[in-house]
């Protein structure tokens, strides 16, 4: 499948990609993190955003 360049926000809100850059600017945008910080998040906790969210202390 190739990428739809029209779409500004991930096709699954559940899971977080940081493999796509306009991924991870999305997610560090809007959990308000370093995208340093959302991959070691992702690292230890895995992919779903509410154990990212959690992990990170986001709500």
Do not use: C, F
């Amino acid at each position: 499948m190739s990428d739809d360049l029209k779409i500004k926000r991930p096709l699954d809100a559940k899971k977080i990609s940081v493999k796509e850059t306009w991924e991870l600017d999305y997610w560090t945008k809007t959990l308000n993190v370093s995208a340093d910080r959302l991959r070691q998040a992702v690292r230890a906790v895995g992919p779903m955003v509410d154990d990212v969210k959690r992990h990170l202390g986001v709500r």
